[in-house]
Every structure is written in structure tokens, then in C-alpha cells.
């Protein structure tokens, strides 16, 4: 009734018919280890597999972490690039009749939630919850609950009459020899670029969750519109100033548009992980200090 009164089309038949579906996720391999990433029509998943295909042909652990090393920072923004400013996958191929659509459009904004959860059985749930709707909710309650209008999903590709949005989440798992080691995910319009950097950090560089998190980062967009969805860096400050220069140096001189962000900026996300000891099964976890967050044990 609510949404009829505010001119909307979705009626109580939407709701019955709606009908949940279960995918298989995506996976991928990395330094030996499986990945295993959120299934289409999310694309999310998809992008980190394919980022990690790209590095994995390069000796990343012999460049150094991006806080050190200018190679690694500019390597790890040309690969989120790629694989982030891809069109859309939506998981549905030719034969079925329905194809990928190119992304375009204005940008997304952020309003997304992550949780990782590890239980005392070491079983793990990673899930990444989004309205991606902040600036253009429609302001409908019903019961004192919101009927959230996400809008942004569908600026990178409408979806035909009954089906599903295509976004860019991304909720993982890193398992080593079958057994989960690490689990993770992030919002932000950057998650990708967030998740990617953390898990090399991670993998090949064998840093601690709380170092990792502390470590800034380079970013997808900033809010401005002018960028559009056009190849591009945000870049939080605080690497050091040898890196920072060489960094900016090179990629301005290649034409690519660089937005500054300040220390600990909410738009390169929150990497929302917990990693799982393979010998001692200690877990550790760490709040992002960038966007509310906690970690707790029980």
C-alpha cells in the first residue's frame, strides 16, 4: 500500500512470486591457493578472479608491498583497472538468449555492509549486504522500516522484467589444501580495489590482518561526476613520499586522471577479513578504521 500511495508499480503479487535462487560460486586459484568469490549476476567475484589470474603471472613478492615499492602500487592499479572497468557480467551467455551489457552511466554511491563470520567449528560465512542507494533513496516506510529504492544498481545495466541486478560485490574465501585460511570482503564503490590489494598483501607478502588494514590504499572514484566511469585512481595519503611521487609521477604522465583522498578515506572501503591460522587455527581480525566496524570473538 505504501509504495502504491508513492506512485511506485511493485504490488504484494511481486512478493509472492519472487522466488530465490542459489549459484554456484566462482573460483579461481592464487599461489597454490583456491579462491572461491561471489557468483554472477554479481560480477564482483568475477573481477577478483580475474585480477588475481593477471598477478599471478608476475613475481609481486620480489617488487615489494605497494607501501614500498611504486612497481607494485602502479601494477596492482593497472590490473583493478582492467578487470573493474570491464563491462558488466551478468552471467548469462548467448545460448540462453540474454547477453552481457557494457557499464556506463553515473557513479555509484556508497551504502553497503560486509560481515565475516567465523565460528568455534572454524565454519565460515562471508556476505555482503548493499542498497548502493544513499543519494537516491526513494523515502518510503512502511512500518517504521524502509523500502530502499536501489537505484545505483541498475546504472550499469538495466535488467529486463524479472531479472536480476547486475553489481559489483564481492564476499570470498582463501583456502588452503581445502581447508578456509582467510575470509573477506569490503563496501565502498573501491571494494574490489580494497579486497585485491588486502589479499595480495596477505598472500604474498604474509603481513598481518592489523598491518594490512592500516596500510593505505589506492581507490576506484571519488564522488566527482566529471570522471564518470573512466579508468582512473583515488589515492589515500600516507605511503611514503619516495613511493607517492614515483607513483603520480608515472601515472599522469600516462594521462590518467589521480583524486587525492586524505588519510583513511571511507571510499577505498573497509576490509572486513578474518584469517584463519592453518597450523593453530588462531584467528585474527582487525576494524577497519575507515568506515564503522568492529571485530569481536565470542
Do not use: K
Amino acid at each position: 500500500m505504501e509504495c502504491a500511495r508513492g506512485g511506485g508499480v511493485i504490488s504484494a503479487d511481486d512478493f509472492h512470486a519472487y522466488e530465490p535462487r542459489w549459484y554456484e560460486p566462482v573460483r579461481g586459484t592464487y599461489r597454490g591457493m583456491e579462491v572461491v568469490a561471489s557468483a554472477p549476476p554479481d560480477d564482483g567475484g568475477a573481477q577478483l578472479i580475474d585480477a588475481l589470474a593477471l598477478l599471478e603471472a608476475r613475481d609481486v613478492a620480489a617488487m615489494g608491498p605497494a607501501t614500498e615499492s611504486a612497481d607494485t602500487l602502479e601494477l596492482l592499479a593497472d590490473v583493478h583497472n582492467q578487470v573493474y572497468y570491464a563491462p558488466a557480467r551478468t552471467g548469462r551467455d548467448a545460448a540462453s538468449g540474454m547477453v552481457d551489457r557494457p557499464g556506463s552511466g553515473p557513479v555509484p554511491s556508497p551504502g553497503t555492509i560486509h560481515v565475516t563470520v567465523v565460528d568455534e567449528q572454524r565454519n565460515v560465512a562471508s556476505l555482503t549486504h548493499s542498497h548502493m542507494a544513499s543519494p537516491w533513496v526513494n523515502g518510503l516506510f512502511a512500518e517504521g522500516t524502509q523500502l530502499s529504492g536501489g537505484g545505483s544498481f541498475f546504472q550499469r545495466g538495466m535488467p529486463a522484467l524479472g531479472e536480476r541486478a547486475t553489481v559489483y560485490l564481492a564476499p570470498n574465501m582463501v583456502l588452503a589444501h581445502g581447508r578456509p585460511v582467510l575470509a573477506s570482503g569490503s563496501p565502498s564503490v573501491s571494494l574490489v580495489a580494497c579486497v585485491l590489494q588486502s589479499l595480495v598483501h596477505v598472500i604474498d607478502f604474509g603481513l598481518p590482518i592489523e598491518e594490512v588494514v592500516a596500510m593505505p590504499r589506492f581507490g576506484a572514484r571519488p564522488h566527482e561526476p566529471e570522471h564518470g566511469w573512466l579508468p582512473g585512481v583515488t589515492l589515500e595519503h600516507g605511503f611514503p613520499a619516495a613511493v607517492d611521487a614515483e607513483f603520480r609521477r608515472r601515472w599522469t604522465a600516462r594521462g590518467g586522471w589521480l583524486a587525492d583522498l586524505g588519510p583513511w578515506h571511507s571510499l577505498t572501503g573497509n576490509f572486513d577479513g578474518v584469517t584463519i591460522d592453518p597450523g593453530s587455527g588462531v584467528l585474527r581480525a582487525c576494524a577497519d578504521p575507515r568506515r564503522n566496524g568492529a571485530a569481536e570473538a565470542f
